[in-house]
């Protein structure tokens, strides 16, 4: 198992940037791949990018060429450094990750089945 823990998150105004980080603790021995998903108010939780245990990432259209995600301490880190943000951009913000023993749909939330509490973004 893992426990994941989200910060960075913020207040920021349209076209300013934020990095998020997540910390990974627990298992240090097994392979996960992970993503970042977004829940704006009202809204469903959605995955916004992910990351395989081997470095492919994969992100959605709304914000491809804005954000990145990375993981630059390997297993016990990841990031999602965003740019050019806009106010639809505004959410909770989560980690989530899943072992790469299972099948794996990058943005799909039934697909992951550790999270993080979540850190709030808010763009003006």
């Known amino acids: 198992q893992v426990q994941l823990v989200e910060s960075g998150g913020g207040s920021v105004q349209a076209g300013g940037s934020l990095r998020l980080s997540c910390a990974v603790s627990?298992?240090?021995?097994?392979?996960?791949?992970m993503a970042w998903f977004r829940q704006a108010p009202g809204k469903e939780r959605e995955g916004i990018a992910a990351?395989?245990?081997?470095?492919?990432?994969v992100y959605d259209d709304s914000v491809k060429g804005r954000f990145t995600i990375s993981k630059p301490f390997s297993k016990t880190s990841l990031d999602l450094q965003m740019n050019s943000l806009k106010p639809e951009d505004t959410g909770m913000y989560y980690c989530?990750?899943?072992?790469?023993?299972?099948?794996?749909?990058?943005?799909?939330?039934?697909?992951?089945?550790?999270w993080g509490q979540g850190t709030q973004v808010t763009v003006s």
């Open positions: 990351i395989n245990d081997d470095g492919a990432t």
């Open positions: 627990g298992d240090r021995y097994s392979k996960y791949r």
């Open positions: 989530a990750a899943v072992s790469v023993l299972w099948a794996w749909e990058p943005l799909r939330r039934g697909t992951y089945n550790y």
